[in-house]
């Protein structure tokens, strides 16, 4: 059950981050999330909602913008979104690749009142 520690996470550092840029009260928060995380969208939302109200952030929302794995092909160097944890070039075959996108997390935004 990662999505707790995650959630966790954001409400940490999103709390840590409004504090900085003064905002008193935090409405909405925005986070980006690599497929390869494997992370449930609406679990990690529910988790965020029992969570936030320890944390003095009762009126935030969590949105989740998921970010889809792309791998470069090492062998013939094409581009594909594999389906399975394994890397397999639907190519020319060969195992493994580059990550290029799909490994995100971070907050994307935070809004809220000052």
Same mark, same amino acid.
Request: glycine share 8%; charged share 30%; hydrophobic share 40%.
């Given at each position: 059950?990662?999505?707790?520690?995650?959630?966790?996470?954001?409400?940490l550092t999103?709390s840590?981050?409004?504090?900085k840029? &003064? @905002?008193?009260?935090?409405?909405?928060?925005?986070v980006?999330?690599?497929?390869?995380? *494997?992370?449930v969208? !609406?679990? +990690?939302?529910?988790?965020?909602?029992?969570?936030?109200g320890?944390?003095g952030l009762?009126?935030?929302?969590?949105e989740?913008?998921?970010?889809?794995?792309?791998?470069?092909?090492?062998?013939?160097? &094409? @581009?594909?979104?594999?389906?399975?944890?394994?890397?397999?070039?639907?190519?020319c075959? *060969?195992?493994g690749? !580059?990550? +290029?996108?799909?490994?995100?997390?971070?907050?994307?935004?935070?809004?809220?009142?000052?």
């Open positions: 059950m990662h999505e707790g520690s995650f959630a966790r996470a954001i409400i999103a840590k981050e409004a504090e840029a &003064g @905002i008193k009260e935090i409405k909405r928060i925005k980006a999330i690599g497929e390869i995380h *494997a992370v969208d !609406e679990f +990690l939302i529910t988790v965020f909602d029992m969570m936030k320890e944390y009762e009126k935030a929302s969590l989740v913008e998921k970010i889809p794995l792309k791998v470069r092909c090492t062998s013939c160097g &094409g @581009i594909y979104s594999p389906e399975e944890p394994i890397f397999l070039c639907p190519y075959g *060969a195992m690749g !580059e990550v +290029l996108q799909g490994e995100e997390l971070h907050i994307i935004s935070i809004e809220g009142e000052k």
